[in-house]
C-alpha cells in the first residue's frame, strides 16, 4: 500500500533562508505526487505536482520539487523564504491512475518564518 | 467560478445528536471527495463521487455515516449519533475527472465539534 512520509513535523528557518520540506513516498507502481498548502482555518491549496512528466516541477509562489525514483522522495524547496509563506504543508500520493483524487497525504510540516 | 464552498464553517454539537454538512463544489466538476482531518494530521480519504454515483467509500466511514449527492452537483455529509471521535475538520474537495492530473480544488471545510 502507498504512503507518505513527512520528516519533520516542524521546520523553523529565517526570512530569506532555504526552505526545506522533506518527503519520502511509497508505492507499487508510478505515483502522481502533490504538495498541499494549508493556512490556519483554511482548506488546502495546491503547490505544485508531479503526474511523470519533467522531474523537477515549478510551482506557485517560487516552490519547487524534484521527483528522485531512487530515492523514493519528492522534497519541497524554495530558494528564499518570506514571513507569508508560514503555514502548514502537506505532501500527498495517489498511485490510482484512474483517480489521482484519492490521495493518501503525509501528516504535515509545519514552517515557521521567523524575521 | 466561486471555488468549492462548505457549510457551515462550523459546528458545535453535543454527542449523540445529528449533524449534516454541505458541500458546492465547482461547478463543472463531476467528482466530488470527502475527507477527514484530525489536529496534527494530514487530512484522511473518506469517500468520493462521480456525478451522483458514490463510487468508493473508505472503512473509515463508519455505519453511522452517509454522503449523497442526489443530482451530481452539491453533497451532503451526514453523521448520526455522533462521538466525540468525530470531531474533526471535514474536507471537501471537487476536481474533473477528465483534468485530474491538475490536483483537487478543497473548501475550507467545516470545523466539527462534538462535545
Known amino acids: 500500500a502507498q504512503s507518505v512520509t513527512q520528516l519533520g513535523s516542524h521546520v523553523s528557518v529565517s526570512e530569506g533562508a532555504l526552505v526545506l520540506l522533506r518527503c519520502n513516498y511509497s508505492?507499487?507502481?508510478?505515483?502522481?505526487l502533490f504538495w498541499y498548502v494549508q493556512y490556519p482555518n483554511q482548506g488546502l491549496q495546491l503547490l505544485l505536482k508531479?503526474?511523470?512528466?519533467?522531474?523537477l516541477v515549478k510551482g506557485i509562489n517560487g516552490f519547487e520539487a524534484e521527483f528522485k525514483k531512487s530515492e523514493t522522495s519528492f522534497h519541497l524547496t524554495k530558494p528564499s523564504a518570506h514571513m507569508s509563506d508560514a503555514a502548514e504543508y502537506f505532501c500527498?500520493?495517489?498511485?490510482?491512475?484512474?483517480?489521482?483524487?484519492?490521495?493518501?497525504f503525509g501528516q504535515g510540516t509545519t514552517l515557521q518564518v521567523k524575521p | 467560478d466561486t471555488g468549492v464552498s462548505q457549510d457551515p464553517r462550523h459546528k458545535i454539537t453535543k454527542r449523540g445528536q445529528n449533524v449534516t454538512f454541505r458541500c458546492d463544489p465547482i461547478?463543472?466538476?463531476?467528482?466530488l471527495y470527502w475527507y477527514r482531518q484530525t489536529l496534527g494530521q494530514g487530512p484522511e480519504f473518506l469517500t468520493y463521487?462521480?456525478?451522483?454515483?458514490?463510487?468508493?467509500k473508505s472503512r473509515l466511514l463508519s455505519d453511522r455515516f452517509s454522503a449523497e449527492r442526489p443530482k451530481g452537483s452539491f453533497s451532503t455529509l451526514e453523521i448520526q449519533r455522533t462521538e466525540q471521535g468525530d470531531s474533526a475538520m471535514y474536507l471537501c474537495?471537487?476536481?474533473?475527472?477528465?483534468?485530474?492530473?491538475?490536483?483537487?480544488?478543497f473548501g475550507s471545510g467545516t470545523q466539527l465539534s462534538v462535545l
Open positions: 474537495a471537487s476536481s474533473h475527472s477528465s483534468a485530474e492530473r491538475m490536483g483537487l480544488f
Open positions: 508505492s507499487s507502481v508510478p505515483p502522481y
Open positions: 508531479y503526474t511523470s512528466a519533467a522531474t
Open positions: 500527498a500520493v495517489s498511485d490510482t491512475p484512474g483517480n489521482t483524487g484519492k490521495l493518501i
Open positions: 461547478s463543472e466538476h463531476n467528482r
Open positions: 463521487f462521480q456525478n451522483e454515483a458514490q463510487l468508493e
